[in-house]
């Protein structure tokens, strides 16, 4: 399809000078964001997760609303955006409530990786390098050292909890390289992405989940949640690949999983163990060999 194909080209192409650093802003801002989404959502582990996602994709849309005029988009691209953003956020979620959320909020991350090593099966013209395939590796042995790491820390059914997080990974990861090959959309699109998803999310609560009453301090969190790492972070990373080049959007997006855990550790407490450290090391020096296999142009 032509859309596809100038998309891949200027995926190829790169950016301009200019261009790359106000792209490099927005993603820099959109990682930021991105960052605190795992503490928030440890923070609000009581509010059943569909109603979670969908108050704060419903909130993260409304920056949109008044562009409501530029929602209009083919129904594959509505159907690509709420696969990405409610499929990505309610897997997380999940993650985060079944299992050790420091350890889940890594396997998460391994989609820059995933990212890397799926971009030859969705986007024309690349292939994967030797450094590529060592990175991907290197990432999910980060991961697996971070699972069997706390295997005694938990008793029963404490490995199902990592599936969801590997879930997440693969969504975010596929939704970020499949917005190359659709027709172009205008970012304000995102909010009508957030909003479906939202209400479809609100949805399932009613028919799947207990009712329950939000506190005061809920509601702050929510709203947090939803206009930074569930809103506006979805705005700045699109405007991001629209404007730069993608490979080094993709260099700094691997500073999110670095950032997460130590600001989750943080929040939770919790001391840095051998395992943690050598699975972030092996994520984040993976991760950084990817992207120097793209800069190099392979």
């Known amino acids: 399809m032509a859309a596809g194909s100038s998309s891949q080209a200027a995926l190829a192409s790169g950016a301009s000078p200019a261009s790359a650093v106000g792209a490099n802003l927005y993603a820099a801002g959109a990682i930021a964001l991105w960052a605190t989404l795992a503490t928030l959502g440890v923070a609000l582990r009581h509010v059943p997760p569909f109603l979670l996602t969908g108050l704060a994709l419903v909130i993260g849309s409304v920056p949109a609303w008044p562009l409501v005029r530029q929602w209009r988009v083919p129904a594959a691209t509505l159907l690509l955006g709420v696969y990405g953003l409610f499929g990505f956020h309610f897997l997380l979620f999940i993650a985060l409530r079944h299992a050790p959320p420091v350890?889940?909020?890594?396997?998460?991350?391994?989609?820059?990786?995933?990212?890397?090593?799926?971009?030859?099966?969705?986007?024309?013209?690349?292939?994967?390098?030797?450094?590529?395939?060592?990175?991907?590796?290197?990432?999910f042995a980060g991961a697996a050292i971070a699972i069997l790491g706390n295997r005694g820390a938990e008793a029963g059914?404490?490995?199902?909890?990592?599936?969801?997080?590997?879930?997440?990974?693969?969504?975010?990861?596929?939704?970020s390289l499949l917005t190359r090959r659709v027709t172009p959309f205008p970012t304000a699109a995102i909010g009508l992405f957030g909003l479906v998803s939202g209400v479809l999310s609100l949805l399932s609560h009613w028919l799947l989940e207990p009712p329950v009453a939000l506190q005061a301090r809920d509601w702050a969190l929510i709203a947090a949640?939803?206009?930074?790492?569930?809103?506006?972070?979805?705005?700045?990373?699109?405007?991001?690949?629209k404007r730069g080049d993608p490979r080094q959007i993709g260099i700094l997006s691997y500073i999110t999983p670095l950032a997460s855990t130590m600001l989750l550790m943080v929040a939770s407490g919790k001391a840095l163990s051998w395992s943690i450290?050598?699975?972030?090391?092996?994520?984040v020096g993976g991760a950084f060999l990817g992207a120097r296999a793209r800069a190099a142009g392979h």
Do not use: C, Q, T
């Open 157 to 175: 059914g404490w490995a199902w909890g990592y599936l969801p997080a590997v879930g997440s990974a693969f969504v975010w990861a596929s939704y």
């Open 225 to 241: 949640m939803g206009l930074g790492p569930l809103g506006a972070a979805f705005f700045l990373w699109d405007k991001a690949l």
């Open 103 to 139: 350890e889940a909020n890594l396997v998460n991350y391994l989609w820059p990786l995933l990212m890397v090593a799926m971009a030859p099966l969705f986007l024309a013209g690349m292939r994967l390098h030797w450094m590529h395939a060592v990175a991907a590796l290197a990432g």
């Open 277 to 283: 450290a050598l699975a972030a090391v092996l994520i």
